[in-house]
């Protein structure tokens, strides 16, 4: 038995769990569930996509860096998409949640997220139309590391990327003054504003945090598999299932819940077959749920 | 000599426009006083300091802490302007630790003061040392109360405000929370309290009002409130009457 659905589910929990953190962080935060997160993910790989366009026009040509199939211009591109889908996040909280979740019944922002994020992706087909685009047109050829597993260069390099990106998040969130400031937020919001954390900038912090995560989770797709305008939109219900497997709150939760229904939809492929995907990835969620109830690393509410 | 620290006056202040809990209160705190606001259910007490503190929004009359207005200043920026404010309940993070706890709390101080400060309280309240890794929602409703009066001293506030600090507590951590803000009043800090446990908290404090309406209609030394026969008119209800009229003020304010 080949054991190459293991790195194929690793590369897409990855971006699943780099997604589902985001989910997680705004649901636990600003205590709504952004249907328009999926958005942010496509948004940011077409803004690194023009951005690696604009670079191209301006130096020509750059050669990759072997043995990778994208050059420095993929990488500065990604850190300015991030920067851009967290100025998005933060544009669409200033005109459009903020005001939402103001009200008191929490459906009312969610309702407005899912109105957003079919603005978001019918603007992205009307300026990029809906046919797939890729970083890269280069193949790459997969090494071989044994158990039957093959795997590229990119994947590894991605891999790596997504393990200090969780990392770095897991650090800031636990150890530095702006994570306690995020969980006492999630814990306690009254009490927080008594304690002296000034809510408006941890809400910041927080889009901020999910939205470049979802730039990074989207740029990952768009270099292994391709840029669609959809390609955000379809990741949304597995970022959910992550993040609620996980744990809803839980950073190491979503991660991990994205790396069990990537293992698990990869598993599906491999073994029984590519259409029983979601349902074996649905399966495994409902499976976790009866018997923990709250997710892996949930926390009961008082 | 006495300093005044918080002078409230004639405030006015309430959860919805047009209808006020707290009509027209005027209290003042001194340097090193302990404060006792106390008052038959629905006077209004908890308001009146959550007004103070920024948790009410106030229509009327201002709050001067050392002089400066802060009438209606930003929940979150009230540590900042010296004001501390313990609520009655849900007044620490439930899964954080209980260092956890005292870091965030530790925002406006200097980055290098936050350590010292942090040892400084474990030094005040050795119990919070012990469980310094423990959730703080696992820890007992006294030690609870101690983690939440030292987050709250943490920042060095000019006045610490607490909501009904032994509500809920057993005896034994009733008399240990109202030692401990006797303690802490030795210390220097000025407090002001709200309590339905009036005797109790008048035998640690120095001066109290008494809140009927949201309005105060007394005020006196502690020590001697408690005999005073004023007291027993307003705080526990019209005594010359029957007993069950007492009682349909106590349910007709709560509700």
Redesign the interface.
Known sequence: MSLQFVVDGLLTGSMIGLGAIGVTLTYSILRFSNFAHGDFMAWGTYATLAVVGAIAAMFGKVAPIAPLSFGWPLIVALVVGAAFTALLALLLDKVLFSRLRKQEQAIIAVMGSFGASMALRSLLEFIFTSRPTYFSRAIQIAMPVGFGIRITPDQIALLILTAALVLGVHVLTTRT?TG??M??MS??P??????????ASVVRVTWVIGAALACVAGVMIGVLVQIRPLMGFDMLLPMFAAAILGGIGSIPGAVLGGLIIGLAEAGAVQLIGAEWRAAVSFVTLMAVLVVRPIGLFG?RE? | MTETVLDVSDLEAGYEPGVPIVRGASITVNKGEIVVVLGPNGAGKSSLIKAIAGLVPISRGKVLLDGKDITGAPAHTMVRLGLAFVPQTENVFPRMSVEDNLKVACGILERRQAPARIEEMYAAFPDLLRQRRTPAGNLSGGQRQMLAVARALIVHPKVLVLDEPSAGLSPKFVSMVFEMLSAIRKSGVTILLVEQNAKAALAIGDRAYVLVEGKERHEGIASTLWDDPVIAELYLGQRPLRKDSARHTETGGAA
């Open positions: 003054q306690r400031s969980q006492a814990q306690n009254a009490l927080a504003r008594i304690a002296g954390i000034d809510v926390v008082r």
